[in-house]
């Protein structure tokens, strides 16, 4: 009777015992380990199936580890190789900065085996070394029960393994070895999804195994522009030597030769009488002339103050044409005088020969494409006059361009150069600091020109003429010559400024209210205009043609 029950229990339990898988679980998964005295690890390991088999298994195996500061171990995967059924298959191998992925064929066997070498995975520690691997990882499938064995060259200081999810600290199962039925390191653990891992670390006292371990570097914007002490006293010192040597290289060539308290006169007003004065140009240095010295640049302002002057002076007639409609833009005819070119510079000739032949004359709406070929040579010829009168060793035009060029050039190989830094070293601070210096080189280019003692006394006598085109009464120039004198003083106030006091005189002399549309030799109006309309007339034609003149 109690063996019938004994049978009878056996017989229902029997069936209660059995494992059932899953289908593309494997009922085991066996790794054998091999690790020599240089760090090489061999591994074979045995995936077997119990009920459906996939058609192809894969593993994913992880070869960058992170480390604390960006730093990143490498192992590196060789000699891999897979058999089915005892014959050897081709596995499918794929690999990218992070995985080395490794596919097999199942073609149906119950049976995987697959073999490879990995370096890189023994480790320098504090006290020794460590071999730390993943002996199941990344594979397609789940894994009912796992077991790992490694054979070892050398006594090892301890062992220990973790399993779960990636970067999981929950031990495994089972990890031991110096025992009795566990000689070599063995690990087991299970059952275990797809994708879970066992890593394996057991650690070696000094010179027991030889570290193979790869650290490589992580590109990261904080770790490329570091600010450790090297990188940043190199940086801080390029900046402070740079800055220095602009400093050096501005006083050099870029600031004005003393005049030693030199200053020559441009233009000044002369007593002529009692409570009366007239305006005189020393040296014949003309409104062109002093805006190229005052700012080292022939600008717009400076021809069109010329354009004044030699209306003033008889070569020109400026006359201010009636509009069509309330709403019609004021236009000019520029009309050239028929008579002798005597007295005149260089690029006052050429901005004459731009505008018309003798006698011949411009709309000053037409003004921009009729000079925009001369317009370069006026600024040529005005240029070569600051150095053939001595107010600058070189052309400031020049020199500013040469040392432009240098400059952005220099920009451009620290940008370069920058980028080489990021990418490849810690030293980017290196290049930002290189990229400053460049860009003070820029700044300091634009105030290369330096003048000579001679120009340096003229831009003196600019300043005291500058006062007095802002401060002199403008109610002392000698009777019956007013506009005359005024229209004398007007082409430098345009360059220099007070512009607006001087065009208010020439109003003030009207005293009559008759039209005054030629009571000025140089300027025109159109019928029934008054000197009362001169100053927003001048200002619309100075405005006017500084556009025209070097529009494109």
Same mark, same amino acid.
């Given at each position: ?49 119990t ?11 992880e ?12 192992q590196?995967?060789?000699?891999i190789?897979?058999t ?15 995985f ?82 566990a ?17 394996i ?15 490589e570097?992580r ?12 990188p940043?006293?190199l ?18 060539a ?14 000044e ?18 409104p ?90 006026v ?13 600058? $060793?070189?052309? /400031?035009? #020049? ?7 240098l400059? &952005?050039? *220099?920009?451009?190989? =620290?940008? %370069? ?8 070293t810690?030293f980017g ?18 105030e ?35 506009l005359?004198?005024?229209? $004398?003083?007007? /082409?430098? #106030? ?8 001087? &065009?208010d *005189?020439?109003?003030? =002399?009207? %005293? ?13 109006g ?27």
């Open positions: 009777m109690i063996a019938f029950c004994l049978l009878t229990c056996g017989l229902l339990a029997g069936p209660l015992a059995l494992t059932a898988y899953a289908e593309g679980t494997a009922s085991t998964f066996i790794a054998e380990g091999n690790l020599s005295k240089d760090g090489t690890l061999r591994v074979k390991q045995i995936i077997t199936f009920g459906a088999v996939p058609a192809e298994l894969s593993q994913k195996f070869t960058r580890e992170d480390l604390v500061g960006d730093r990143q171990y490498v590196r995967l060789s000699d190789t897979a089915v059924e005892g014959a050897d298959v081709q596995p499918t191998i794929n690999s990218d900065d992070r080395t992925t490794v596919a097999v064929p199942t073609n149906g066997s119950t049976e995987v085996v697959m073999s490879y070498t990995v370096t890189g995975a023994v480790v320098t520690t504090d006290s020794g070394t460590a071999l730390r691997w993943g002996m199941l990882q990344g594979l397609s499938a789940s894994v009912a029960e796992f077991s790992a064995t490694v054979q070892i060259p050398t006594q090892f200081s301890y062992i220990k393994c973790t399993a779960g999810s990636p970067n999981s600290t929950v031990p495994c199962t089972f990890a031991a070895a110096g025992t009795e039925g000689q070599v390191p063995t690990f087991r653990d299970g059952p275990r999804g797809e994708g879970e891992v066992v890593v670390d057991i650690g070696f006292p000094p010179g027991g195994i030889a570290s193979n371990e790869v650290i570097y590109w990261t914007v904080g770790r490329a522009f570091s600010a450790k002490p090297l940043l006293a940086a801080l010192g390029l900046l402070t030597l740079g800055g220095i040597a602009l400093y050096g290289l501005h006083r050099r870029g600031v004005d030769i003393s005049p030693d308290g030199q200053i020559s006169k441009v233009g007003f002369v007593p002529t009488g009692a409570g009366q004065s007239e305006f005189r140009v020393v040296d014949d240095i003309r062109g002339h002093v805006g190229t010295v005052a700012d080292e640049r022939v600008d717009p302002i400076d021809v069109t103050a010329t354009l004044v002057d030699l209306a003033v002076r008889g070569h020109l007639v400026i006359i201010e044409l009636p509009r069509d409609s309330e709403f019609a833009r004021t236009d000019w005819d520029i009309r050239r005088v028929d008579g002798a070119s005597d007295g005149l510079r260089p690029f006052e000739q050429q901005l004459l020969d731009g505008i018309a032949p003798p006698g011949g004359s411009v709309r000053v709406l037409e003004l921009a494409t009729r000079v925009q070929e001369s317009i370069g040579e600024q040529n010829a005005l240029y070569d006059e600051m150095v053939s009168n001595g107010w600058y $060793e070189r052309r /400031p035009d #020049a020199t500013r361009n040469r040392w432009t060029q400059s &952005l050039a *220099a920009l451009i190989i =620290s940008v %370069v150069l920058t980028g080489v830094l990021a990418a490849f810690t601070l290196v290049g930002l600091a290189l990229i400053v210096v460049s860009l003070g080189m820029v700044f300091v280019a634009q290369m020109p330096s003048r000579t003692a001679k120009g340096a006394a003229l831009l003196g006598g600019l300043g005291a003429l500058r006062s007095d085109l802002l401060s002199h009464p403008t109610n002392q120039m000698p009777r019956g010559h007013e005359q004198e005024t229209s $004398e003083v007007l /082409p430098y #106030a345009i360059v220099l400024g007070g512009a607006d006091r001087w &065009l *005189a020439m109003v003030a =002399s009207d %005293v009559d209210e008759h039209p005054d549309s030629y009571d000025l030799s140089w300027y025109h159109p019928e029934n205009w008054h000197l009362s309309d001169l100053p927003d007339s001048m200002r619309n034609f100075v405005t006017t043609v500084s556009g025209s003149l070097f529009s494109r």
